[in-house]
DNA sequence: GTGGATGCAAATTCTTTGCAAACCC
DNA sequence: GGGTTTGCAAAGAATTTGCATCCAC
């Protein structure tokens, strides 16, 4: 491992965290991975690096995680998934490919499009996200293997 | 109830279900209610009209109703939920109260707005929704009581 | 009458919590 | 050393399943 330099280990420094061989792992796990990730998938890969991690520290620091905003919890028919926040620096949403749960970013958000709607209704949040197939999981059958 | 007329129940007739009084109140819920309701909630309202429904009895119907498209299911934070899903007639969005759950048309689709996508990537579906205060729930702190 | 639907109860799965021991700073 | 974090084990919540009984057609 020995990621001194990884951005998520800093930000989890800067909010007073400890870092632990656990923590450092979830950092690589995301660091890594540019999907969504289901909490069991974050438990076995730790598990490879670190046998014995228990499920609930990765539960733990998943929410934990989330609430500090350094990840992102997008709820899927699957389950509960995790990814990489993208920095706040520009808004922007995602193609989701099916197979290998890769996101790609796209420069385009619908809010900005001129859509009305009745004046008293307040707008708080909005979602915005396209499923399909990525270009390497068109091409193979197979698909990448990215989780 | 009698709710013969009910265009719910008459598609469950055409898929070929029996039309139970379970299966009569889950109709005429939602066909009362337009916004996304928890199973628990669903069960709430059969117990009060049907009472010694079961959950399962709930929970079976939900997923059968989904599975034949009569109802659209969504992952919200605090759990799964269902509404009545809109016609095949015309493809919108919707506008989602974050207080009485009611949802309202929005008839803009982003992917017709001249996204560009790598050419290899195949869309297979996508999901725009905006989350808010409607009209009642801004208007009145307490909001509208709609499930 | 018969096959599909229900209710019950128990099993699964996912997620959270309490607490003593271990560890980071 | 002191306060955080972890692992364990158990509790909770949401959802599913097996099976005998019941009921719509």
Redesign the interface.
């Known amino acids: 491992m020995e990621n001194k330099s990884n951005p998520m280990i800093q930000a989890m420094e800067s909010n007073g965290l400890r870092i632990t061989s656990q923590r450092r792992w979830i950092a690589e796990l995301f660091s890594v991975s540019t999907g969504f990730v289901l909490p069991r998938q974050v438990h076995a890969y730790i598990s490879e690096r670190l046998p014995g991690v228990s499920y609930d520290t990765v539960y733990r620091n998943l929410r934990l995680l989330t609430e500090i905003n350094l990840l992102e919890q997008f709820?899927?028919?699957e389950g509960v998934r995790f990814k990489l926040r993208c920095g706040p620096d520009h808004h922007h949403h995602h193609?989701i490919c099916?197979k290998c749960q890769r996101t790609?970013p796209?420069d385009?958000c619908?809010?900005d499009?001129g859509?009305v709607?009745?004046e008293?209704?307040?707008?708080?949040?909005?979602?915005?996200?396209?499923?399909?197939?990525?270009?390497s999981c068109?091409?193979s059958k197979g698909g990448s293997k990215n989780g």
Chains 1, 2 share one sequence.
């Open positions: 709820d899927f028919p193609f099916m790609f796209i385009f619908p809010l499009s859509i709607l009745p008293s209704f307040r707008v708080i949040s909005h979602k915005f996200e396209i499923f399909g197939l990525c270009n068109t091409a």
